[in-house]
C-alpha cells in the first residue's frame, strides 16, 4: 500500500535552516510528482510547491522562492524539502503529498499525504 | 495571488444536505476545472473528496459531490453524519501555481 512517512518533529531557532525528508513505499516513486505543503497552528493549508523526482525539476510558490529547496534521492525514494532563514511565522506542520497524474492535473489532485511533521521556530 | 473564499464555518443536522462555496477568480477556479476539495479531522492529515471539480476517488461516500460555476466551486454533502464533521478546503489550479482556500470548519448539530 502507498504510504508516505516524514521525518519527526525539529525546533530550530530564527535564521536556521530545516531539512524535512519523506520517505515513499509501495509505488513508483518517479512516477508521481511529490507536492509540500504546510498548515501553521489553527491556520489553513498553504501549498509551497512540487519536485519531479523523475527528472528532479522544481516549481516553487513564489512566496518561498529563494528561501525553499526540493530535491529527492531516488535510491532510496525520498524527498526532502529544505526551508531557509526560518521566522517564527514558518512554525507550522509541513505535509509531503503525492500528486497523482501530469502535472498540470497533479498540482491539485493529492492523493496520498505524509503523516505531518511540525516544525517549531523560536528563540 | 490570494487564498480561494470559503465560509469560515457552516452547520447542518444529522440527515441534511449542506453546502461550501469556494470562490476564486477567472485566473484559477474560472480557468480550469481543476478544483478539489479536502477533508481533514483534527490532528490528522487532510483526505482528498473531490477532484477535478466533480469525480470522486475509490473510497468516498457518493454522498460528496462537487460542481462549479463561473468562479465559484461548491461541494455539497448530502445526507449528513456526524462523522462527517471536519475541515474541508478546496484547492484550485492557478496556472503554474497552486491554491488553497481558508478552509471551512463543518459542525454537524
Known amino acids: 500500500q502507498v504510504q508516505l512517512v516524514q521525518s519527526g518533529a525539529e525546533v530550530k531557532k530564527p535564521g536556521a535552516s530545516v531539512k524535512v525528508s519523506c520517505k515513499a513505499s509501495?509505488?513508483?516513486?518517479?512516477?508521481?510528482?511529490m507536492h509540500w505543503v504546510r498548515q501553521a497552528p489553527g491556520q489553513g493549508l498553504e501549498w509551497m510547491g512540487w519536485?519531479?523526482?523523475?527528472?528532479?525539476?522544481?516549481n516553487y510558490a513564489q512566496k518561498f522562492q529563494g528561501r525553499v529547496t526540493m530535491t529527492r534521492d531516488t535510491s532510496i525514494s525520498t524527498a526532502y524539502m529544505e526551508l531557509s532563514r526560518l521566522r517564527s511565522d514558518d512554525t507550522a506542520v509541513y505535509y509531503c503529498?503525492?500528486?497523482?497524474?501530469?502535472?498540470?492535473?497533479?498540482?491539485?489532485?493529492?492523493?496520498?499525504w505524509g503523516q505531518g511533521t511540525l516544525v517549531t521556530v523560536s528563540s | 495571488q490570494s487564498a480561494l473564499t470559503q465560509p469560515a464555518s457552516v452547520s447542518g443536522s444529522p440527515g441534511q444536505s449542506i453546502t461550501i462555496s469556494c470562490t476564486g477568480t477567472?485566473?484559477?477556479?474560472?480557468?480550469?476545472?481543476?478544483v478539489s476539495w479536502y477533508q481533514q479531522h483534527p490532528g490528522k492529515a487532510p483526505k482528498l473528496m473531490i477532484y477535478?471539480?466533480?469525480k470522486r476517488p475509490s473510497g468516498v461516500s457518493n454522498r460528496f459531490s462537487g460542481s462549479k460555476s463561473g468562479n465559484t466551486a461548491s461541494l455539497t454533502i448530502s445526507g449528513l453524519q456526524a462523522e462527517d464533521e471536519a475541515d474541508y478546503y478546496c484547492?484550485?489550479?492557478?496556472?503554474?501555481?497552486?491554491?488553497f482556500g481558508g478552509g471551512t470548519k463543518l459542525t454537524v448539530l
Open positions: 503529498a503525492r500528486g497523482r497524474g501530469e502535472v498540470v492535473v497533479a498540482a491539485t489532485l493529492f492523493d496520498y
Open positions: 509501495g509505488y513508483t516513486f518517479t512516477g508521481y510528482y
Open positions: 519536485i519531479n523526482p523523475n527528472s528532479g525539476g522544481t
Open positions: 477567472s485566473s484559477d477556479v474560472g480557468s480550469y476545472n481543476l
Open positions: 477535478e471539480v466533480s
Open positions: 484547492c484550485s489550479y492557478a496556472g503554474s501555481s497552486t491554491l
